[in-house]
């Protein structure tokens, strides 16, 4: 689960229930306190309205026939995407209007409805095939007042995943969202139902076109990398949750065999269900690894390559010292620009804010030296600079027992360049030892 979904423990029933009284009639009598039985659909669906009615200010109508959304896990994907895209935001930039696309949104529209509710500068357009569902979502954005930040678009069947009609609405949209049906036929469905030997925890409502693709979750979202390519750069962040492993690592693959090396993972995990959510881009923006990547040893093949890298100075103490290092350094490079993320107002004792670094050209490494010399005794232009370079050094730090290491990390930003990224990195932590390590008689520190 989300570190920050406030639903990581059951709620307390009876306490949602005085909330919203409709929740009452469905409390049974539980080992500690009470609970809902989640085979009954109606208890189920009350629950969720009730939750969203309490938590979120939401007022949502469901009907009988069509998925009803667990709160919970469909939290988990706003707030992950909340992280994509405070970590690819520009600096300054934290409070300009975000605008989303919801694929296949349902009859709850539950994604838009929460992702306005919990980010004021969010809207989205959220696309429906199903016309009753689509009816039912305009009437649960209606009933909210969202209709100014969420638009419908009715979807044809067959055509594209992503219609030209939202870019009629906006040119550029910065991410895409979808939970897309997980079976490609019946058969696999009943498939899946008797391989659970206690059957499942929760009634499942859904309708065929809820639960069923052509060639299942991996068909569809490999439909949406296939279309991504061809979008480019129209979305910053193209994403969508998947139901089996399997299709992560299907997925996984084929963006890795498109060259598509920009993406990152997240994994959801709510008592026995278990989630993924696979994003990729084909800007030049990065994410950290505490965005991109999870933890959980037996998927790290799958994860992508590493954005953020440390540097350590274990003789370091002084967190002071280390800032007044990497600052000289950073001002003695040709080409490089650096601004701080954080106040002003840091001690030396305190440590000191993250630095926002730009680099216009490469102009550190030998290679980058030598041409230059050469441009200048040949009177010639050095050439086409090297793609620009973003990234953001902050102080962390360890403790080892009595010993405390502080390091630097380096979080790509934003670049095409991988090697020119870890150039720089190099360069500037192999420059900052060398300067801690100098007398203070020639720097002073």
Excluded at 242 to 263: E, F, M
Aim: aromatic share 8%; with cysteine; net charge neutral.
């Amino acid at each position: 689960m989300h570190p920050r979904n406030p639903y990581q423990a059951p709620p307390d029933f009876l306490a949602l229930a005085e909330n919203y009284p409709a929740l009452k009639p469905h409390l049974v009598k539980a080992a500690v306190g009470y609970s809902i039985d989640f085979h009954d659909s109606n208890a189920q669906r009350c629950l969720t309205q009730a939750l969203l009615h309490r938590d979120f200010s939401l007022k949502l109508s469901v009907p009988e026939d069509r998925l009803c959304p667990p709160v919970s896990n469909r939290l988990n994907y706003i707030l992950w995407l909340q992280d994509v895209m405070t970590s690819s935001c520009p600096v300054g930039g934290e409070t300009r209007t975000v605008t989303g696309v919801d694929i296949g949104t349902g009859a709850s529209a539950i994604y838009p409805l929460l992702g306005c509710r919990t980010n004021q500068h969010w809207q989205f357009i959220a696309t429906e095939i199903d016309v009753h569902s689509l009816e039912c979502a305009q009437t649960n954005i209606f009933q909210n007042g969202l209709q100014g930040r969420i638009r419908m678009i009715q979807a044809v069947p067959g055509g594209r995943i992503f219609p030209p009609a939202i870019f009629d609405i906006h040119s550029h949209i910065d991410f895409t969202m979808c939970n897309p049906p997980f079976y490609g036929d019946k058969e696999e469905v009943l498939r899946s139902a008797e391989a659970k030997e206690i059957g499942p925890s929760a009634v499942c409502t859904g309708a065929d076109t809820e639960m069923i693709t052509p060639g299942g979750e991996v068909a569809f979202v490999g439909e949406m990398v296939a279309e991504s390519t061809t979008l480019t750069t129209r979305s910053r962040w193209y994403s969508s949750m998947l139901g089996k492993l399997s299709s992560l690592t299907a997925i996984v693959q084929l963006l890795r065999d498109r060259q598509i090396d920009n993406y990152a993972i997240a994994e959801f995990v709510q008592g026995k269900t278990r989630r993924w959510a696979i994003a990729w881009s084909l800007t030049n923006e990065r994410l950290p690894d505490s965005v991109a990547r999870i933890t959980n040893p037996t998927l790290q093949s799958m994860m992508p390559p590493r954005n953020s890298l440390k540097h350590p100075f274990g003789s370091v103490h002084s967190p002071g010292r280390l800032r007044n290092a990497l600052h000289h350094v950073l001002a003695n490079i040709e080409g490089v620009t650096f601004e701080q993320t954080l106040p002003e107002n840091v001690t030396q004792d305190q440590g000191f804010p993250g630095i926002l670094v730009h680099a216009s050209s490469n102009t550190w490494s030998r290679a980058a030296r030598r041409r230059k010399k050469l441009a200048v005794k040949s009177g010639l232009s050095p050439g086409r600079p090297i793609p620009t370079l973003s990234c953001r050094i902050q102080k962390t730090s360890t403790n080892d027992g009595d010993t405390a290491q502080m390091s630097l990390e380096f979080q790509w930003v934003r670049g095409a360049d991988r090697g020119l990224f870890e150039s720089f990195m190099s360069h500037v932590s192999r420059k900052v030892d060398a300067a801690l390590k100098s007398s203070e008689d020639t720097m002073v520190l």
